[in-house]
């Protein structure tokens, strides 16, 4: 059941997560690209339960760009914003930005805020939800 006061474009959800050592998967404790993608995923499921009282289910993505490293320490923000509504289909927009930052050439577990938060990864993507 679709609650129209939610349902929207322009709607947006954010979470905030702080990326485990345990993710790192690359030397430079790099994060893989699918990091982002399963927190894409998750911002999109609250999204629906927003929209539509239902977790929906994920259909595709498009436009995957991967234009910054995501790294382990980082906090990412993700941003799920509902860009157009079909009878089923919600297409969204998605950004995961690193806006903190490990800097282990300070300490061993010092971190800052930054000054200028680095957009990682941008994507589309399109959640069904039941009729």
């Given at each position: 059941?679709?609650?129209?006061?939610?349902c929207q474009p322009g709607l947006v959800i954010t979470h905030r997560r702080y990326?485990?050592?345990s993710h790192a998967h690359y030397a430079g404790n790099l994060v893989d690209g699918a990091y982002s993608l399963g927190l894409f995923g998750d911002v999109a499921t609250e999204l629906c339960i927003t929209t539509d009282e239902d977790e929906g289910l994920f259909a595709s993505y498009a436009e995957v760009q991967f234009l910054n490293p995501v790294r382990a320490?980082?906090?990412?923000?993700v941003r799920a914003e509902l860009v157009r509504v079909g009878s089923r289909s919600?297409?969204?927009a998605f950004t995961a930005t690193v806006i903190a930052r490990g800097?282990?050439?300070v300490s061993e577990s010092a971190a800052r805020?930054?000054?200028?938060p680095l957009v990682a990864t941008t994507a589309r993507g399109t959640c069904v939800v039941p009729a």
């Open positions: 059941m679709m609650r129209t006061d939610a990326v485990p050592f320490g980082d906090v990412l923000e919600r297409e969204i800097t282990p050439e805020v930054l000054d200028e």
